[in-house]
């Protein structure tokens, strides 16, 4: 199995803070890497597909980087509704495998 | 608009056998991979396994052994539907469970682009 392993596995910011979210896989994944959103009681959103394309609809303070094992999403300004549970998932394995998650609470 | 809507029995004793269906309205069902996808508190998000339109499938190892996904495609098909069925549940299955829809096209645009709305199964005696 291919494993996902996301830091920090929680942050606390503020509206308007930059901040970043690494994730990192246990061999080279390529771009096969996306990145989703969740909100507690909802089914996970898609933000970021292919390591850094923006999903359709998705504001563009998000962003995604990275390639073969090492991998960052990155909001340039927070906004209230951006406090949520964030993970990364691979897609280059048959074995799909997501990480663990990053929690972004409010400071 | 894509839209997924799953169903299914919430509530199991030890041994039974989990039955959920996801119904897909609008888009194309031919043309993409159609996963199940649990989360449970202590294992995360889990991918369980996945069929495409023809019935082709790929289960996740672990589960495989118990693990059966079918599809139903409807005459007019304007709805279609996919189902999973997990056998001699535990404890250890009790999880959200979602249906999602897998693109794969070229490159490295493999992702989750739709999912269901989520089914809490709880496994308890």
């Known amino acids: 199995d291919i494993q996902m392993t996301q830091s920090p596995s929680s942050l606390s910011a503020s509206v308007g803070d930059r901040v970043t979210i690494t994730c990192r896989a246990s061999?080279?994944?390529?771009?096969?890497l996306n990145w989703y959103q969740q909100k507690p009681g909802r089914a996970p959103r898609l933000l970021i597909y292919?390591?850094?394309s923006l999903q359709l609809g998705v504001p563009s303070r998000f962003t995604g980087s990275g390639s073969g094992t090492d991998f960052t999403l990155t909001i340039s300004s927070l906004q209230p509704e951006d406090f949520a549970t964030y993970y990364c998932?691979?897609?280059?394995?048959?074995?799909?495998?997501f990480g663990q998650g990053t929690r972004l609470d409010i400071k | 608009q894509v839209q997924l809507q799953q169903w299914g029995a919430g509530l199991l004793k030890p041994s039974e056998t989990l039955s959920l269906t996801c119904g897909v309205y609008?888009?194309?069902?031919?043309?993409?991979?159609w996963s199940w996808i649990r989360q449970s508190p202590g294992m995360g998000l889990e991918w369980v396994g996945e069929?495409?339109?023809?019935?082709?499938?790929?289960?996740?190892?672990s589960l495989k052994s118990r693990v059966t996904m079918s599809v139903d495609t409807s005459v007019d098909t304007s709805t279609n539907q996919f189902s999973l069925r997990l056998s001699s549940v535990t404890a250890a299955d009790t999880a959200v469970y979602y249906c999602?829809?897998?693109?794969?096209?070229?490159?490295?645009?493999?992702?989750?682009?739709?999912w269901g709305q989520g089914t809490l199964v709880t496994v308890s005696s």
């Open positions: 998932q691979q897609s280059y394995s048959i074995l799909k495998t």
């Open positions: 999602a829809r897998h693109v794969k096209s070229s490159g490295s645009l493999h992702y989750f682009d739709y």
């Open positions: 292919a390591a850094s």
């Open positions: 609008g888009g194309s069902f031919s043309g993409y991979y």
């Open positions: 061999q080279s994944i390529s771009s096969f």
């Open positions: 069929i495409n339109h023809s019935g082709s499938t790929n289960y996740n190892p």
